[in-house]
């Protein structure tokens, strides 16, 4: 059984930072891209960054210098360190796993809010 469980967010006031965690299990965690993406009120869902097993990270535009992934391959485990946020940045966030075949995970989400 494959389970993402995200941690970490919360309320911050602009210009703060968070880190999100997402723990995995079922052995899925070395051979898959990992990432994260995020909702907000109204919107679409929309990738925020992404992490292959080679190591190679990809991020939208609107987070590039801001926000960094990394992964702990020990530990099982994909992290989201958000610098410098700002209210735009507020939405649901979600872990997202994606193996070779195609098949796809995501977590439950966990919300971050950026407010004065």
């Known amino acids: 059984q494959v389970q993402l469980v995200e941690s970490g967010g919360g309320l911050v006031q602009p210009g703060g930072s968070l880190r999100l965690s997402c723990a995995t299990s079922?052995?899925?965690?070395?051979?898959?891209?990992m990432g994260w993406y995020r909702q907000a009120p109204g919107k679409l869902r929309e990738l925020v960054a992404t992490?292959?097993?080679?190591?190679?990270?990809n991020y939208a535009d609107s987070v590039q210098g801001r926000f960094t992934i990394s992964r702990d391959n020990a530990k099982s485990t994909v992290y989201l360190q958000m610098n410098s946020l700002n209210p735009e940045d507020t939405a649901v966030y979600y872990c997202?796993?994606?193996?070779?075949?195609?098949?796809?995970?995501w977590g439950q989400g966990t919300q971050v809010t950026i407010s004065s």
């Open positions: 997202y796993a994606l193996a070779s075949s195609g098949q796809s995970y």
């Open positions: 079922g052995n899925i965690f070395s051979n898959y891209i």
């Open positions: 992490f292959t097993s080679g190591g190679t990270t």
